[in-house]
C-alpha cells in the first residue's frame, strides 16, 4: 500500500515559506535592513574671506560664492543698518576668522535647498580636516543660536542640543542671559 502525502503538509510548508518571504519584503520596505549612508560632501573649496558669523565666500569649482551656514544665527556685525550690529557679531564674525585663517580648505555638505532667495548657497561647512563642522562648532561654542529653515533641518535636533549645552554653560553669546 502507498503512502500518499498529506496535502495540508505541503500547503503548511508553501504558506510558511510564503508568510516569511512577505515578513522579509516588509522589513525591507521598513528599513530595518537599509544602511543610511552618509551625505554626500562637495569640495575642497578654498576658503577667499570671512563676511560674518554665519556667512563666508569660498572659491567653488572656479566662482566665488557666498555661502551661508544653515541652521545657525550668529549676532550681526556687517549689518548695513549700523545700529543692529552688536559686539557679540563682531566677536563671532572673528572667532570664525580664526577658525578658518589657517584653512587651505572646506568641504560642504547640501541640505533640500542649495541657495536662499538672496542666491547664496545654504550648506553645512567643514573644516579642513573633513570632520569637524563649522555650523555645530559655533553652536557648540555659543557664538550662534539655532535657526531653522525648513525644509533645510537635517540636523536641527543635534543643534539645539548643542545649543541647549551652550546655553547652560554660559557660553559665548548665553553669558550675559
Same mark, same amino acid.
Given at each position: ?34 544602511? /543610511?549612508?552618509?551625505? %554626500?560632501?562637495?569640495?575642497? @573649496?578654498? *576658503? ?9 565666500? $569660498? ?41 578658518? /585663517?589657517?584653512?587651505? %580648505?572646506?568641504?560642504?555638505? @547640501?541640505? *533640500? ?9 545654504? $550648506? ?54
Amino acid at each position: 500500500m502507498k503512502h500518499k502525502r498529506k496535502p495540508k503538509m505541503r500547503r503548511g510548508r508553501y504558506t510558511t515559506r510564503l508568510l516569511f518571504f512577505f515578513v522579509l519584503i516588509l522589513l525591507g520596505m521598513t528599513g530595518l535592513f537599509r544602511q /543610511e549612508s552618509a551625505p %554626500e560632501r562637495f569640495g575642497p @573649496y578654498a *576658503v577667499e574671506r570671512v563676511i560674518d558669523g554665519d556667512t563666508i565666500v $569660498a572659491d567653488v569649482d572656479g566662482r566665488s560664492e557666498t555661502i551661508r551656514l544653515i541652521g545657525v544665527d550668529a549676532p550681526e556685525s556687517v549689518h548695513p543698518d549700523r545700529s543692529r550690529n552688536t559686539a557679540e557679531g563682531k566677536k563671532a564674525a572673528e572667532y570664525v576668522r580664526s577658525l578658518l /585663517e589657517d584653512q587651505q %580648505e572646506i568641504y560642504i555638505e @547640501y541640505d *533640500v535647498s542649495e541657495r536662499d532667495r538672496y542666491h547664496r548657497v545654504l $550648506a553645512y561647512v567643514y573644516l579642513q580636516d573633513g570632520k569637524t563642522m563649522l555650523n555645530e562648532h559655533l553652536l557648540k561654542e555659543g557664538y550662534a543660536a539655532v535657526m531653522t529653515v525648513q525644509p533645510n533641518s537635517r540636523y536641527a535636533d543635534d543643534f539645539y542640543k548643542l545649543q541647549r549645552k551652550a546655553r547652560e554653560e554660559k557660553k559665548g553669546i548665553w553669558s550675559s542671559k
